[in-house]
Structure formats: C-alpha cells, structure tokens
C-alpha cells in the first residue's frame, strides 16, 4: 500500500512550516532515510526523510507553499499501483514560481501504510497563536506595517486562516464575525517600546529576524506564565574531568567527549530517580514521560535552537558523543533532521564554553525543568582546614513550580552532583 508522507511537527508549538525545496522528483526512487524535501520552521531548515522505500509518486504541495502540521505532502508507493486522488503526474503540476499560496485539496484521502484510509488532518485549533488569531507569516507581516487588528480580519484560508489577500481587501471600521470562544493559551503582554526609537547617522538600526522575534516571544511567555523557581550546587568537577582525559586517550576525534556529554549523562541518570521533573505540563494535566530525551541549547545565528540526544540514560558516552556533534554541527549549518529536534522531555544549556561562572536558564514549556551549566573553573578551596587548589562548576536547576517544589529540585541536583563527582557510575 502507498505510504502518505506528513507536515513533521517539529517543537511542541510549530504550527506550519514552509516546504522550500522538494530534494526527490516524482518518479524518484526512494529508501528509507533518503531526504526527500526540505522545510524552513522558525529556526531551522530541516530535512525531511522518507520512512518507506519505492517510488515518489506524487507531491501533494509544491515548493514555497506553507503547510499546516499533520498535513500530507507527498505519496510514497510501487510504479505501478493506483494512487487514490488520480494518478500522479509524470512531472510537478506547476513550476515552483507559481506555487499557490496553500496546498492544493485532495480528492480523497490516500491510504497509510496499513491500508486504512487515512483521514484529513483535523484543523489545528487557534489556541497558541500569536493573539489567538490564526494567520499566514505574510499576512501577520502585512496586518503589522499596516497597522490592522488580525482580530478584525475574516480568514478566508484553509481552516479559517487569515492569508495576504485578506489583507490585501481589508477595510478598516468592518470586523469579522465573532468566533466561538475557545479556552485560548494566555498570550505575553506586549513589550514595553520605551518610547521612540531614535533617528540620526550615529546610530544603526537593525530590524528582529523572524527567529529573534519567536525566541523572545517564547521565552517572555514561558517567564512570564510559568512559575519559575531556582536551585543552585557547586560540583567539584576534577574526578569528571580526570576521567574524560583517560577516556579521551584512546578516542578518536569523533568520539572524544566533552564535559558537555557528561553533563547530560548525569542530568538523563538522575532523571530515572526523580521522573517528576522529567514531566510535561499541560494546564489540567501532568504527562509523565517514560523516556528520558534531553533537549541541548545549541547557540545558532541570530538565537539558538535545541536539538535532542534521545533515551540519554541508556546510551553509552562515545554514542552520545558522535550523535551529539552530528546534531549540534547540523544545527549550527542551519540543517537539521526532524529526529534531531523532537521530543525533547528536559533541557540542558551550558555556557561553560563561554567563560560563564553561574546563569539562570528560563524552562522550554511544555518542560518542567531546565539545567544551566557554568564553567569547570581552578578555584581555591578550603579542604580540613587548608587551603587548596580544586575544579569547580556551578549548575542550577530551573523548576516549574506547577509540577515540582524547591525540595524535590535541590535533591535532583544533589544527585546530578553526586555523579559527576563519582563519575564512574556513568560508565554502568
């Protein structure tokens, strides 16, 4: 049976993305793990694989169109079996300079792998859109330089979405009909502007780039809406550090880890002890995750993206090495694998390799902790009653204070601490 590729969700808010590139021609070959597109989110141009093996037989959207999550994009089957919605074409149904600003509705429903028909992706919701009101990148664009309340604008989109040539046709004094309520995801407050930007040849004015602006919107409504609390420990870091220096003499280059794969071991270790941080929060309910994957803040240009070292508890130190450079180089190109930046169940950030002694790290809802990570640093040290030279690092744990309470924190991070300082317990 023919094999329906989806819109990934990549990131647990990522409500569309922009298919920018089809990598496979219909007609193609293709393998499983082969990448067949690629699409542009917030942060990222990410790859998507093909997780069946035949022939690329029909693209469902074209290049340069915005897709909803959960949405088909393209039809993976044998050379020869009937594709429901007609048969594909032997060549893309239009240029990619003419791509339609949606994709294009389908006949039927292919069938999945399993040979059921699939059904049409269920419209997404407006609850966590910016302002609650749900819109095309273009259209919000639009509606800000022209100053007009997407509130008052009729969508005329897939779902209800508001698209550039609502816009476009918008007069001002007519709203559009009230919407049914829904129980809404609160928004942050505006900004303060503090006033007037100033003009003049002895300033420069830089406009936000799109992934400034989600980062700072996201992490406002995380710190304003989640109730943060902090706990910070000092780990002496020297038996760490001494292990990896022997671990490391027999590595190659790409295996070699870094204090940072340490780090994470331990943090994924201490999850098995203390689940409840390792818990998502979703308003009503607690989601407890039975696999650890700890998402790793990876600075990128212009903001930073996370990518996930998955089941990191099980995995041995020199795997998680390699996958980890994999990732976080993939993530710095601006590249990445859907696998690489998906479910994320906690967070590590660590600035050590900027010099940074001790920061606080705001937590990645749905997440219900975030571990920041400081500097190993030679320190003096006051050991029975003389003074000494140690290695020292500060971490600090971020809680939700909805899922979580300060005891519970400092006895996660006391056993974080207890792993480093004993590190050959992340070796069993």
Not at 7 to 36: A, C, H, S, Y
Not at 107 to 135: I, Q, R
Not at 222 to 250: C, W, Y
Not at 393 to 419: C, I, P
């Given at each position: 049976?023919?094999?329906?590729?989806?819109?990934?969700?990549?990131?647990?808010?990522?409500?569309?993305?922009?298919?920018?590139?089809?990598?496979?021609?219909?007609?193609?070959?293709?393998?499983?793990?082969?990448?067949?597109?690629?699409?542009?989110?917030?942060?990222?141009?990410?790859?998507?694989?093909?997780?069946a093996s035949g022939i690329l037989r029909k693209?469902?959207?074209?290049?340069?169109?915005?897709?909803?999550?959960?949405?088909?994009?393209?039809?993976?089957?044998?050379?020869?079996?009937?594709?429901?919605?007609?048969?594909?074409?032997?060549?893309?149904?239009?240029?990619?300079?003419?791509?339609?600003?949606?994709?294009?509705?389908?006949?039927?429903?292919?069938?999945?792998?399993?040979?059921?028909?699939?059904?049409?992706?269920?419209?997404?919701?407006?609850?966590?859109?910016?302002?609650?009101?749900?819109?095309?990148?273009?259209?919000?664009?639009?509606a800000e330089e022209k100053g007009i309340n997407?509130?008052?604008?009729?969508g005329t989109g897939p779902g209800g979405r508001?698209?550039?040539?609502?816009?476009?046709?918008?007069?001002?004094?007519?709203?559009?009909?009230?919407?049914?309520?829904?129980?809404?995801?609160?928004?942050?407050?505006?900004?303060?502007?503090?006033?007037?930007?100033?003009?003049?040849?002895?300033?420069?004015?830089?406009?936000?780039?799109?992934?400034?602006?989600?980062?700072?919107?996201?992490?406002?409504?995380?710190?304003?809406?989640?109730?943060?609390?902090?706990?910070?420990?000092?780990?002496?870091?020297?038996?760490?550090?001494?292990?990896?220096?022997?671990?490391?003499?027999?590595?190659?280059?790409?295996?070699?880890?870094?204090?940072?794969?340490?780090?994470?071991?331990?943090?994924?270790?201490?999850?098995?002890?203390?689940?409840?941080?390792?818990?998502?929060?979703?308003?009503?309910?607690?989601?407890?995750?039975?696999?650890?994957?700890?998402?790793?803040?990876?600075?990128?240009?212009?903001?930073?993206?996370?990518?996930?070292?998955?089941?990191?508890?099980?995995?041995?130190?020199?795997?998680?090495?390699?996958?980890?450079?994999?990732?976080?180089?993939?993530?710095?190109?601006?590249?990445?694998?859907?696998?690489?930046?998906?479910?994320?169940?906690?967070?590590?950030?660590?600035?050590?390799?900027?010099?940074?002694?001790?920061?606080?790290?705001?937590?990645?809802?749905?997440?219900?902790?975030?571990?920041?990570?400081?500097?190993?640093?030679?320190?003096?040290?006051?050991?029975?009653?003389?003074?000494?030279?140690?290695?020292?690092?500060?971490?600090?744990?971020?809680?939700?204070?909805?899922?979580?309470?300060?005891?519970?924190?400092?006895?996660?991070?006391?056993?974080?601490?207890?792993?480093?300082?004993?590190?050959?317990?992340?070796?069993?």
């Amino acid at each position: 049976m023919a094999d329906t590729v989806m819109m990934p969700k990549l990131g647990f808010d990522m409500k569309e993305g922009t298919l920018v590139r089809w990598v496979k021609q219909v007609n193609d070959p293709v393998n499983v793990g082969d990448v067949i597109a690629e699409i542009e989110t917030d942060k990222a141009t990410v790859e998507v694989e093909a997780y069946a093996s035949g022939i690329l037989r029909k693209w469902l959207v074209n290049e340069n169109t915005i897709v909803e999550v959960g949405a088909p994009i393209a039809i993976i089957g044998t050379a020869d079996e009937p594709i429901e919605g007609g048969s594909a074409p032997a060549t893309p149904s239009a240029p990619a300079s003419a791509a339609p600003a949606t994709p294009a509705p389908q006949a039927a429903a292919p069938k999945a792998a399993n040979g059921h028909t699939a059904s049409a992706p269920a419209p997404v919701s407006d609850e966590g859109y910016p302002g609650g009101v749900k819109a095309s990148p273009v259209a919000r664009r639009m509606a800000e330089e022209k100053g007009i309340n997407l509130a008052q604008v009729s969508g005329t989109g897939p779902g209800g979405r508001v698209v550039k040539r609502d816009i476009e046709g918008f007069t001002p004094g007519v709203e559009a009909p009230a919407a049914p309520a829904v129980a809404a995801a609160p928004t942050p407050a505006p900004a303060p502007t503090f006033g007037t930007a100033p003009t003049g040849g002895d300033i420069e004015e830089i406009p936000l780039t799109r992934m400034r602006k989600i980062v700072g919107e996201r992490t406002q409504a995380s710190f304003q809406f989640v109730p943060h609390f902090f706990v910070t420990s000092e780990i002496d870091m020297g038996p760490a550090l001494a292990l990896r220096k022997q671990l490391n003499a027999g590595l190659t280059d790409e295996q070699k880890i870094t204090v940072n794969d340490l780090v994470v071991k331990a943090a994924a270790l201490a999850l098995r002890e203390f689940p409840n941080l390792n818990t998502h929060f979703y308003g009503d309910k607690l989601v407890r995750h039975k696999r650890i994957n700890v998402g790793i803040a990876v600075a990128v240009e212009n903001g930073l993206i996370n990518v996930v070292c998955k089941d990191a508890d099980r995995r041995t130190l020199t795997d998680m090495s390699v996958k980890n450079k994999e990732m976080i180089a993939g993530a710095r190109e601006g590249k990445v694998k859907p696998d690489d930046v998906e479910g994320a169940t906690f967070t590590v950030s660590n600035l050590g390799a900027y010099d940074v002694e001790h920061f606080l790290a705001i937590i990645n809802p749905p997440e219900a902790a975030i571990l920041a990570v400081g500097s190993a640093q030679e320190v003096p040290i006051v050991e029975n009653g003389e003074i000494k030279i140690g290695v020292r690092m500060k971490a600090t744990v971020s809680v939700d204070h909805r899922v979580s309470d300060g005891a519970e924190g400092a006895q996660y991070l006391q056993r974080v601490k207890e792993l480093l300082e004993n590190p050959m317990r992340l070796l069993i």
